[in-house]
Structures are given as structure tokens and as C-alpha cells.
């Protein structure tokens, strides 16, 4: 079992910026891939950003520009620098973690911006 962390959220204004962490504890196998995903409501849970224990990374293209992905291996932390922040960014943010068929969950954290 993995337990997963987030910290950070919270209520910006448009333009603004935020910083997500995600904490990892466990049966953590140094192989593996940390990342965000966000569900707005009504819509689909979807992958903003993820990044490889090797440090390669994968943005969703709405993010771009905008947010960077980067982790701690040594903490099994895994940070999300949010700027630019536009009202279409709001959503709970999930944190992942990913091994093979294995895929685990934080319990999400609220990121709210206004106009």
C-alpha cells in the first residue's frame, strides 16, 4: 500500500499562483511515476501533469507553460508550481502514484481561482 498527502490548495485569483505537494509513504518502490490529475465538476477526471522517478515529464497541453511538475526522490515528494492561474484551472486536484497495475490515490485537494 502507498498513502498519499496533498498540501497546498486553496483560493487565488485569476493570474495568481499556488504550489501543490504530495508526500508518498509506504511500500515505495523507487521505480515508479508521481503525478496530478483534476476533476472539475461535471467533467472527467484528467491528467494535468506526471513525472517519471527519472525526471521525464508530461503536461497537459492547458497547462503548458503554465505549470511545472517536479519531485523530491529522496522525500517521495512530488511538487505542482501552478502560475498564470486562470478560472478554468479550478477543480479538486488528485495526486497518483503509478507502478506497473498499481495505481494509488490522495484524497484530492481543492484549487479554487476567481475572476
Not at 526522490?73 to 502514484?97: F, G, I, R
Amino acid at each position: 500500500q502507498v498513502q498519499l498527502v496533498e498540501s497546498g490548495g486553496g483560493l487565488v485569483q485569476a493570474g495568481g499562483s499556488l504550489r501543490l505537494a504530495c508526500a508518498a509513504s509506504g511500500r515505495i518502490v523507487s521505480i515508479n511515476i508521481m503525478g496530478w490529475y483534476r476533476q472539475a465538476p461535471g467533467k472527467q477526471r484528467e491528467l494535468v501533469a506526471a513525472i517519471t522517478s527519472g525526471g521525464i515529464t508530461n503536461y497537459a497541453d492547458s497547462v503548458k507553460g503554465r505549470f511545472t511538475v517536479s519531485r523530491d526522490n529522496a522525500k517521495n515528494t512530488v511538487y505542482l508550481q501552478m502560475n498564470s492561474l486562470k478560472p478554468e484551472d479550478t477543480a479538486v486536484y488528485y495526486c497518483h502514484w503509478g507502478r506497473n497495475a498499481y495505481n494509488y490515490w490522495g484524497q484530492g485537494t481543492q484549487v479554487t481561482v476567481s475572476s
